[in-house]
């Protein structure tokens, strides 16, 4: 298999042209636009078959995204923060009719104040959407996790979109090594795309996106409440399966270090690989520490989590954006929800960080890991929810 | 189509068969009633082609034939549209009664 060296947008880029979708609808936008102008580049050199729509707005390349799907594509593009929040408008109406478009998001925060660097604002913006949504740790995951997404997405269970997402800068512009597939092989792990329906099939002529009131807009939703809880075991046996054919596993979550940890550190994105230096570190000191990465964030794998951290003392959860609740960010009111039925759980404390793309070093989870030790000792949190590294 | 069906049984994503407005008669909507005059009718499908439900009925030999008031909501666009002269109108309008 190739190895090549390529930034997390050539990474998302590279996957694009060896899915070859029949649309890509897109609009740049700092830090995506390499993503869908490398593979503008591709359509400009016959390198795949893909009509490609260069639309005036984010509001139009969803909207124009919905329309391909709808005659019957298979349609992909890619979009950060302002983007995605233009896009969102459209964001539900894929999910409702069904259509497993793929969207490559960057994260990045949103504005105000104007800001170009990673937070999870933008992504978390649009988590009820009835979208699928997957974070990347690195490049190599933003590039399996896209290939992987084409899979979920058009499985008949599941027929929902789905975004796979990578941190703004962090993860879009650091070149690193990537491990791709062959052409071929990318071909045979996606399969056909297979239409369930299609405006363009005149032997089966439908209606789509008609008006629905009191008497059948519930029914409509319930759909996608099904085929949200079908995409995790669709979301696992495409994970596993590319682990047995490339050698790279992945699940809903990934527990390092976690067995017999007495306390844990959870997150999302990049600062997952931060953290595994510092776990390995207090390691090498007997100090019992773990990390938990969420990969998946929909559907939210609360079953998984709970048993992931039901033996730990302390949890940290870290969320790279608030949601201006008084309640912590959407990570921690997730976990914190889903340990309510549980006797034994461990506290929590919720760190909310590194918005506007403010750094997490790896002293800063050392200073966090710290104090959750003297959470685990103690049973009690210093303070439940915390903006760390803001200056006062 | 059946009433009341359950989410089950919807067709996949939010889709119904096409032509389903048949069913859905729109004419007792109407506060303003088209009324055609067939000697005034110069059969120039103004009328057929504006109407936005399809409520201009041909007949056999495919002239205006009259309106389809299952259908009409009295939008008023065929009085509008009508090219003919103002004495020898073949599509005028008057209230609704009810």
């Known amino acids: ?392 | 189509m059946k009433k009341d069906i359950g989410w089950k049984e919807l067709g996949h994503g939010d889709s119904l068969p096409a032509g389903t407005a048949a069913e859905f008669q729109t004419g007792d909507w109407r506060s303003e009633r088209p009324v055609f005059h067939k000697e005034n009718c110069i059969n120039c499908y103004f009328c057929w082609v504006y109407c936005p439900d399809s409520a201009i009925t041909l007949d056999e030999n495919k002239k205006v034939s009259g309106i389809d008031y299952r259908f009409c909501k009295g939008c008023g666009i065929c009085d509008k549209e009508c090219p003919t002269k103002k004495e020898k109108r073949a599509i005028t309008t008057e209230a609704e009664r009810k």
Not at chain 1, 116 to 136: E, K, L, N, P, Y
Not at chain 1, 217 to 233: G, S
Request: proline share 4%.
């Open chain 1, 1 to 392: 298999m190739p190895i090549i060296a390529k930034t997390g947008n050539e990474a998302m880029a590279e996957a694009m042209r060896q899915i070859d979708p029949d649309v890509v609808a897109a609009y740049p936008i700092t830090p995506a636009t390499e993503v869908v102008m490398i593979f503008s580049g591709f359509v400009a050199d016959g390198l795949v078959d893909t009509e490609f729509v260069a639309v005036e707005s984010e509001h139009s390349a969803m909207s124009a995204c919905v329309g391909a799907a709808s005659a019957g594509c298979r349609v992909m593009t890619g979009t950060s923060s302002q983007g995605l929040q233009l896009m969102s408008e459209i964001l539900p109406i894929a999910s409702a009719l069904r259509l497993p478009i793929v969207l490559c998001e960057v994260n990045r925060a949103l504005s105000g104040p104007i800001n170009i660097h990673c937070d999870h604002s933008d992504t978390m913006a649009v988590r009820d959407f009835g979208w699928i949504q997957i974070f990347s740790e690195n490049a190599q995951e933003a590039y399996d996790n896209i290939l992987q997404l084409v899979r979920i997405t058009e499985d008949q269970k599941v027929r929902l979109p789905g975004m796979a997402t990578t941190d703004g800068f962090i993860i879009s512009h650091c070149m690193e090594k990537i491990d791709a597939l062959e052409d071929a092989e990318v071909k045979k792990y996606i399969g056909e795309f297979k239409a369930v329906n299609s405006t363009l099939d005149l032997g089966k002529p439908i209606t789509l996106g008609s008006l629905d009131l009191q008497d059948y807009y519930f029914e409509h939703k319930m759909p996608i409440v099904e085929a949200m809880a079908n995409a995790k075991d669709v979301i696992l046996e495409a994970g596993r399966d590319f682990g047995k054919r490339y050698g790279r596993e992945y699940g809903l979550i990934e527990e390092y270090r976690l067995d017999d940890a007495e306390i844990a550190l959870v997150a999302l994105g990049s600062t997952c690989g931060t953290a595994r230096v510092v776990v390995d570190e207090l390691r090498e000191k007997g100090i019992k520490v773990g990390l938990l990465k969420v990969r998946v964030f929909r559907p939210f794998p609360a079953r998984e989590i709970v048993k992931a951290l039901s033996k730990v003392k302390a949890a940290a959860v870290m969320d790279r954006s608030d949601m201006f609740s008084g309640q912590g960010g959407p990570l921690f009111a997730e976990i914190r929800s889903a340990l309510y039925e549980q006797k034994a759980r461990p506290v929590l404390t919720n760190y909310v960080y590194g918005l506007g793309g403010r750094e997490i070093s790896l002293e800063d989870i050392r200073a966090i890991f710290a104090e959750q030790q003297e959470a685990a000792k103690s049973g009690k949190v210093k303070q439940l929810i915390q903006h760390f590294g803001v200056r006062e």
